[in-house]
């Protein structure tokens, strides 16, 4: 909470450098002025207005009269984008894999989101707003994922979107394997090590879930007495196989994504994402057959055997055919160049603008289930909006302001500001003899902590009680 | 029964691990040799380019002008150029005509799949002193990567070895050639050292896995990078013992015949500073170690990497050091860096008045990223004149070739490419390219297999 | 640094019968007014009186404290004192890595077990089973002043079940004030096995804590009407849990960030427990909620400090490690402010002289002088559920007590008498220095090891790498404490450099090809028995691995 409230001191000093009328923060109500707006659903509105009230877009249009207390932003010669949604990251995980079982259904990257990450401070200068934070790949099925958005500088808890689906990673190929590298003589090999063997775990999850449910099923009707265990790893699964939780698939190869989605079929469910898909150009009328959608690199290739075959006309195949695509991440330093990502789409191949825009907006918010609210600039959405300096897909453009919910979360100006508090700040803690240098003044150099052996060097950090 | 059964698996079990091992190499090669990609060395001939927007990158822009490559050069340029009799016209209505760009920081043709498929891997070579090895003689003429990277607008890079303490020589090729030689523009450009650094393994590089990374205690770090120096050094001086026993050796013959070291031997110009040696370091101290070195032992030297290097542009600039930049797409390393810390060096280089170029870094199938590296730096802080030149004409110069590439002016070598708007654009197309004043087909991995399931239903 | 050695006598109240008085004491007595000259009479180690104005009974022994202090003897809420090895602490924020160190080291130390859960899952391990008496390893704690203390190994993800116990005594029976005061819980992974993550952790605590109350739910049939019902398991682990869920029994978490504590807090909520913090370093940062769930704290002593010297080629420090130290010791005010309820402990690995010299830098800091006292005696009594009995300086309670000369928080406090269960410790104050020899702190109990461990072998590992697992083999030879040798990966074969053998482990660098390029790396690892853990740091970051040694 203490960083909030810093940041809404800042802004309000700064009221000065955004030619802002700010009478009250307290309802963060934004009007943006005179901009070029990307809607990403009903193209782009030249010289428009948007206003943002508690949180919702409430206006679209020329001409709008700022209501009391609102913040104006002058966003003459400016672009506005919907706020980037990246359907593929890890940012603030503590932890990313559990890699002891091929399938970990029962964790969660819900327990390891951290909000002190400064990737996510750097994701919303790249104009991202929102984010699904994946399990990693190392299983079959891994843990179960949260949908976010990036409001940093808040508690955990407000982070995850509360009304968004739950999903769950599932992943195939070289990953999960283990084949990659060789493991060393007499280190006994995790099952499965092959793609069928894969495609067998999964379909032994099934199973088992269909079995637990009807365990549960017998129980609630009276048929068996004795209560079933709640069972943490199947759950999940039987949220699939009823249509609840969304699956998240990681592979590469068309062969694998296709067999999973034949399984999907044999099971009743559809797969909301084949993930990365490098190679889904090459089923795409498949994918489009039964709804799911398709999150990939625009280019990214060539890092392992499984990605050799990807070319960055996949979006386009996929569009042509009807698919939903979105271009995610994967990486804290990918994600903060999606605008760049989705403005090469139109390069290869040449996807229309707005459908070029949608698959880092509209299109993610869709597969993740959350297009009710954000993914677009329409009315009763939420104020998830990003201001450039120049058109998002050009280069030389720049994020000024990354606004969810009508809250600013980064702005240029505001992140200049900081850099100067941020350095009186060091001058002055630099003084502090707690922090001088054993030695450089500031008391008798003080002898290391006694260790008991076995601890680690904490070096300067102290050991800061058990943990 | 059971010793066959025995048998039968045993077999088994070795097909599973031989197709474990080589798999990977196998479809490698069948990738490779599939398609029309393979040679696709483009055709020569005499090209005039009519009515285009010319960005020489040297001297003015020229709105409406016309450029003529003959014999692998460029013949001419200007608004009023006549087109030779003979020349293939091409239209350059509503394009822009750029100097090919250049990638001085990559390892392209040395790894064809970096994970996990080692049989495609030419990176490091063993040992701390390979002076001696080259990469001209590890690149792989048909990468993939090569036509992927060039049909971006790309025409040539430093393909550089990487590991060890001195990596081995790096070679600066055109992308274009069915042989190493038909593809080197300087077969053994520079030596690559990669420069001991302190390394305390908790602060410059990270963060970002959550964990509590504990750090070396710095004193220590700095004992060892400083050893490290000194066995650096040490190389230098067997060089120059070894050296002075040749040349006596050379006077008096009825001295002991002293036995070659190849790699000493290899080793001698870089000592001399005849050519440049490339040292990867990243932070300041580091550089600032690199420049001390560079003046002390009297190298010519080049930094790769060069995150800091703005803060250091006093010691590289009093010893000649110019900076091959490839952090534009990196993460700042620090929680306490500013946001954009790696996307304004550039912009704080050329405002320190620093020599230097944009670089991917990369392996090679992300290389034709490089004119959005240069595009980044010009959102921030660097003009967009400066962004071009970072990957044109500076490239050029810091890899002493300013008089063959680089920029359009009559006499270089045409390596020449026409696009559709701005090069350094995201969303601009590459129409036509040429390379040694050959056009090269805009095809690739990539298109051949665009081409092959664009239509399927 | 005052140049005291500190030498323990046996005074002695052997004769069971005969009472000991402290005359003319400034008395503290935390549960009421402060006595500014008086007297406290012991007996049957008991507090048998104490008043302004009382004449010691004629059979006492008479101790004239004249220009003294009496205080409850302090208690310390979180140490490993008596327990038989020197426990590892699993690390911070992140875990991995430290935290399969210790369950490493868990699994060598714990005793075979037949409990279906692997070491680190054992909710049934009880330092009361542990624990040693002997009261010479006590010595350099309670000499501070210190009279009790809540103890605890801190391996596993389940530490166990701690135990409150005085400093003295010649048996355990003797010296356990309570034999069980909850369940303590570390963010921490097992080895080579679910879980591996700190992910894992929290589904696997999740899933034994459900398990918990299904087996209790028909344990409880069962026994009502075992016809016709399949018996249920007897699982000692779970069985082990009942007290926790049933909030019979507090479940202590260590969480030093603010993101810990919330995770900790977090489970509190969902499974309904008595839940206290330890550590606490950040707690002050989320000090609202703690006060909304009713969650205590044993807010550690052993504040960040600098130890590194500065050097010109070093970078900055970060503005976290700057904030962390200065912000720490104002933590505690911050918590009584908001009216956490907190307890002072030592934070496991400080100098002992810490516990006090910390405590009154938390007093600067801005934590009220008499709630410091308190978060010391009684507020530690009454988080640890004993403050019917001892914490404060009333009659009938049990005769814990630290007769204190000079500043408690001051540099120069010497404790002439420290009274645990009436027995009376007497240290003399020793002639100054002669060498520069700094203070005696550390605790007792743990001699040092000499020499190093034996790493010598092949390892296989797995290293965590986060998104691609990958395995590896460690191949030592070992030359006294000099380590030679190779590391293989999939991405090749580097020798390792600078190999050292530690007490417990090893530590070396190595260069190591990577995606193309060549990455530095340093290594520190510990061996315990056939398990090896640690991390390696690289540039990118740190990163846990964790394996066994080939046999």
């Not at chain 1, 104020?383 to 702005?411: C, L």
């Not at chain 2, 760009?101 to 040992?127: Q, W």
């Not at chain 3, 909520?269 to 704290?297: H, P, T």
Request: a neutral charge; charged letters at 20%.
């Amino acid at each position: 909470m203490k960083k909030i409230t810093a940041y809404f001191v800042l802004l309000i000093l700064l009221v000065g450098s955004f030619s802002v009328v700010v009478s009250a923060q307290s309802n963060n109500d934004v009007l943006i002025k005179n901009a070029s707006v990307l809607t990403a659903a009903r193209g782009t509105l030249e010289n428009t207005d948007i206003l943002i009230q508690n949180g919702k877009i409430t206006r679209i249009g020329k001409g709008i009269t700022a209501p009391a207390g609102a913040r104006v932003i002058d966003a003459t010669g400016k672009f506005v984008t919907p706020g980037i949604i990246d359907a593929h990251s890890h940012s603030m995980l503590d932890a990313i894999n559990e890699g002891s079982f091929s399938v970990t259904s029962m964790v969660r990257t819900r327990d390891m989101l951290n909000p002190t990450d400064i990737e996510i401070y750097r994701a919303l200068a790249g104009g991202v707003t929102g984010a699904l934070l994946l399990h990693g790949s190392a299983n079959s099925i891994g843990g179960q994922s949260t949908t976010v958005k990036f409001k940093w500088g808040h508690p955990v808890e407000d982070y995850p979107i509360a009304d968004a689906p739950p999903g769950i990673k599932f992943a195939m190929g070289e990953n999960v394997r283990q084949t990659t590298f060789s493991p060393p003589p007499g280190t006994p090999l995790r099952y499965p090590r092959t793609r069928q063997g894969v495609i067998e775990t999964m379909r032994d999850a099934f199973i088992r879930a269909r079995d637990y449910k009807q365990a549960w099923d017998d129980f609630k009707s009276g048929k068996t007495k004795v209560q079933p265990r709640t069972d943490l790893e199947l759950k999940p699964i039987v949220e699939i196989l009823e249509g609840k939780r969304l699956v998240h698939a990681h592979g590469y190869r068309a062969d694998e994504h296709l067999n999973l989605m034949l399984l999907a079929d044999e099971f009743g469910f559809r797969v909301a994402t084949l993930q990365h898909g490098l190679e889904t150009y090459k089923i795409a009328p498949e994918i489009a057959k039964r709804g799911t959608g398709a999150s990939i690199f625009t280019d990214f290739w060539g890092f392992k055997l499984e990605s050799y075959d990807a070319i960055p006309y996949t979006a386009y195949i996929l569009w042509k055919n009807g698919v939903n695509v979105s271009i995610n991440s994967d990486d804290g330093g990918r994600m903060r160049r999606l605008n760049l990502d989705a403005a090469k789409v139109q390069k290869y191949g040449g996807v229309p603008e707005q459908d070029a825009l949608q698959m880092i907006t509209l299109n993610p918010a869709k597969q993740l289930g959350i297009d009710k609210r954000t993914g677009s600039i329409e009315v009763g959405k939420d104020g998830d909006v990003v201001i450039w300096n120049a058109h998002p897909f050009s280069v030389y453009s720049r994020v000024d302001t990354t606004i969810i919910e009508g809250v600013t979360y980064f702005d240029r100006a505001v992140d200049a500001k900081m850099r100067m508090d941020v350095a009186k700040e060091r001058e002055t803690l630099e003084k502090l003899d707690i922090n001088k240098a054993p030695g450089t003044g500031g008391g008798p150099p003080s002898r290391p902590a006694e260790r008991r052996r076995g601890d680690r060097d904490d070096a300067d950090n102290g050991d800061g009680g058990n943990n | 029964m059971n010793s066959q059964r025995t048998m039968h698996n045993a077999k088994l079990f070795l097909i599973l691990v031989l197709s474990v091992i080589i798999g990977g190499q196998f479809s490698l090669v069948s990738a490779q040799n599939d398609g029309s990609q393979q040679n696709q060395t483009g055709r020569a001939g005499t090209f005039a380019i009519v009515g285009a927007r010319i960005v020489t990158v040297s001297g003015a822009t020229i709105e409406n002008g016309t450029i003529v490559i003959q014999n692998g050069k460029i013949a001419a340029i200007g608004a009023n150029v006549s087109v030779p009799a003979g020349a293939e016209k091409i239209d350059g209505k509503g394009m822009s005509v750029y100097p090919g760009m250049i990638d001085a920081g990559t390892n392209m043709g040395l790894a064809e799949i970096t994970l996990a498929v080692n049989g495609s891997v030419d990176l490091t070579e063993v040992g701390t002193m390979n002076a001696n090895t080259k990469a001209i003689k590890g690149i792989n003429p048909h990468s993939a990567h090569i036509n992927v990277t060039r049909v971006n607008g790309i025409t040539s890079v430093l393909s550089a070895p990487a590991g060890g303490l001195m990596a081995g020589q790096a070679a600066i090729i055109n992308l274009n050639g069915s042989t190493p030689d038909e593809m080197a523009v300087v077969r053994e450009y520079a030596l690559v050292i990669n420069f001991p650094r302190i390394a305390t393994g908790g602060g410059f590089g990270g963060g970002g896995f959550g964990g509590g990374a504990q750090p070396v205690d710095f004193n220590e770090a700095v004992k060892r990078r400083d050893t490290q120096v000194e066995e650096l050094k040490k190389i230098f001086k067997s060089t120059t013992t070894y050296m002075r026993a040749k040349d006596a050796y050379a006077k008096d013959k009825t001295l002991p015949y002293p036995a070659t070291d190849q790699k000493l031997e290899a080793f001698e110009p870089f000592m001399k500073g005849e050519k440049p040696i490339i040292f990867t370091a990243e932070r300041e101290r580091d550089i600032r170690g690199v420049a001390k070195f560079v003046s002390e032992m009297k190298v010519k030297g080049i930094i790769m990497g060069g995150q800091e290097a703005w803060k250091a542009a006093d010691d590289l600039k009093k010893n000649n050091i110019p900076v091959i930049y490839t952090n534009v797409y990196s993460l700042p390393v620090r929680d306490d860096d500013d946001y954009d810390y790696l996307f304004t060096a550039p912009s704080k280089m050329a405002a320190a008045g620093l020599k230097f170029c944009i670089s991917t870094g990369d392996t090679g199938p992300m290389v034709r990223d490089l004119p959005y590296h240069a595009g980044i730096a010009g959102a921030f802080g660097l003009s967009k004149e400066d962004a071009l030149k970072s990957v044109t004409l500076y490239s050029a110069e810091i890899l002493g070739l300013a008089d063959k590439m680089g920029s359009l002016d009559v006499g270089k070598v045409a390596n020449v490419v026409v696009a559709d708007g701005d090069l350094l654009e995201a969303r601009t197309n590459i129409k036509y390219m040429f390379i040694n004043g050959r056009m090269i087909p805009l095809t690739s991995r990539h298109t051949e297999l665009f081409d092959s399931f664009k239509d399927r239903k | 640094m005052l140049g005291l050695v500190a030498i323990c006598l046996l005074y002695g109240t052997e004769a069971q019968g005969q009472s000991y008085a402290i005359t003319n004491a400034k008395i503290v007595t935390v549960s009421g007014a402060t006595i500014d000259k008086g007297t406290i009479v012991i007996r049957n180690g008991l507090i048998d009186a104490v008043g302004a104005n009382l004449t010691p009974p004629a059979d006492a022994q008479v101790f004239d404290a004249t220009g003294l202090t009496v205080y409850p003897g302090f208690i310390d809420t979180l140490t490993s004192l008596g327990l038989p090895s020197a426990p590892v602490r699993p690390q911070g924020p992140g875990g991995g890595g430290g935290g399969a160190a210790a369950a490493a080291a868990a699994a060598a130390l714990q005793p075979a077990s037949n409990s279906n859960y692997p070491a680190g899952l054992r909710p049934e391990d009880a330092a009361f089973n542990e624990v040693r008496a002997g009261e010479s390893q006590f010595e350099a704690v309670r000499n501070a002043g210190i009279t009790t203390v809540l103890t605890i190994g801190r391996t596993g993800i389940f530490n166990g079940q701690s135990t409150v116990i005085n400093l003295a005594g010649d048996s355990v029976s003797g010296m356990v004030v309570k034999p069980q005061f909850a369940e303590h819980i570390s963010f921490a992974t097992l080895p080579g096995q679910y879980p591996v993550s700190l992910m894992g952790t929290f589904s696997a605590l999740r899933q034994m804590f459900y398990d918990a109350q299904r087996l209790q739910d028909m344990q409880k049939a069962y026994a009502a009407n075992p016809k016709g019902m399949r018996r249920p398991d007897a699982d000692r682990s779970l069985e082990a849990l009942f007290p926790a869920i049933n909030r019979q029994m507090p479940v202590v978490f260590n969480a030093n960030t603010e993101i810990e504590i919330v995770r900790a807090l977090d489970l509190i909520k969902e499974f309904k427990l008595n839940g206290v913090i330890a550590g606490g370093q950040e707690s002050w940062k989320v000090a609202d909620r703690l006060k909304a769930q009713d969650v205590a704290v044993l807010l550690s002593l052993n504040f960040p400090k600098r130890t590194t010297a500065s050097s010109p080629e070093a970078d900055p420090e970060s503005m976290q490690t700057l904030r962390l130290r200065a912000d720490t010791p104002k933590g505690a005010g911050k918590l009584a402010a908001a009216g956490v309820k907190f307890a002072f402990q030592s934070g496991g690995a400080t100098a002992v002289g810490d516990y006090f010299t910390n405590a009154g830098k938390a007093v600067e800091g801005g934590l009220n002088r008499d709630a410091a006292i308190r978060a010391m005696t009684l507020g530690a009594a009454e988080i640890l559920g004993v403050s019917d009995r001892t914490g404060s300086i009333e009659t009938g309670k049990i005769a814990n007590l630290a007769i204190v000369k000079g500043d408690l928080f001051g540099k120069e406090k010497f404790v002439p008498q420290i009274i645990v269960d009436g027995k009376v410790f007497e240290q003399k104050e020793a002639p100054k220095p002669t060498s520069g020899r700094p203070d005696s702190g550390g605790q007792g109990g743990t001699p040092p090891n000499a020499g190093s461990a034996n790493v010598g072998g092949m390892y296989s590992i797995n290293i965590d790498v986060p998104g691609s697992p990958i395995s590896g083999t460690l191949n030592f030879t070992q030359a006294g404490s000099a380590l030679t040798g190779t590391m293989i990966t999939q991405a090749g074969t580097a020798p390792i450099r600078d190999g050292r053998v530690t007490a417990t482990g090893f530590s070396f660098a190595a260069t190591v090809p990577y995606g193309g390029a060549s990455l530095e790396i340093t290594v520190q690892g510990s061996v315990s028995g056939n398990q090896v853990s640690g991390t390696i740091d690289t540039p990118q970051g740190a990163v846990p691995f964790s394996g066994t040694k080939n046999p």
